[in-house]
């Protein structure tokens, strides 16, 4: 089955830039694409990066998205990280069916 | 704009039953598949299933088939996902997401307890 791997959490200081990966353990997720989602507490999850590393309306222009074939990873990075970016981040892409397979989600702390 | 609405929290008992709207808005219905996603409390994110909109086909989860049925109402641009013979792990968080991903509905809580 297609799996995404993610860390657990991550941590880092307000100003600051972090990176959140994403691995797949079979596939090309680069053909596939791959999507992010931010979930803060207690509401639903927002898109912050379509495939083809595509800024949604309204996310700023802190967030960028980069695969690596080589390691069949994607990577999503928050710069000038602020405390309003705290929140879990998941990655999401496609099987070889289409269907939507979702990472476990990392927790990013701004501290 | 565009908007994914679903109706409100559910308690149900064990072995029953469950149905779930979500009425979109501020699109043409019918362009797009309606995703079916769910979180049980303090987990992640899991795929249940898809369902066309404008022909209603739909595809679910292996782990979903045969107790999951998604459905649709293009009249009142609203898809439907019943879940059947609801169990204590069911209890989660059901969300409805435009296919794409890039629109949301608020989440449906459902907690199944005796």
Known sequence: NFMLTQPHSVSESPGKTVTISCTGNSGNIARSGVQWHQQRPGSAPTIVMSEDNLRPSGVPNRFSGTIDSSSN?????????????????????????DQWVFGGGTKLTVL | QVQLVQSGAEVQKPGASVRIS???????????????????????????GCINSKSGGAEYAQKFQGWVTMTR???????????????????????????????????TLVTVSS
């Open chain 2, 22 to 48: 979500c009425k979109a808005s501020g699109y043409t219905f019918t362009s797009y598949y309606i995703h079916w996603v769910r979180q049980a409390p303090g987990q992640g994110l899991e795929w249940l």
């Open chain 2, 73 to 107: 109402d293009t009249s009142i641009s609203t898809a439907y996902m019943e879940v059947k013979r609801l169990r204590s792990d069911d209890t989660a968080v059901y969300y409805c997401a435009r296919g794409g991903a890039d629109f949301w509905g608020q989440g």
């Open chain 1, 73 to 97: 990873s994607a990577f999503l990075t928050i710069s000038g990280l602020r405390t309003e970016d705290e929140a879990d981040y998941y990655c999401q892409s496609f099987d070889s069916s």
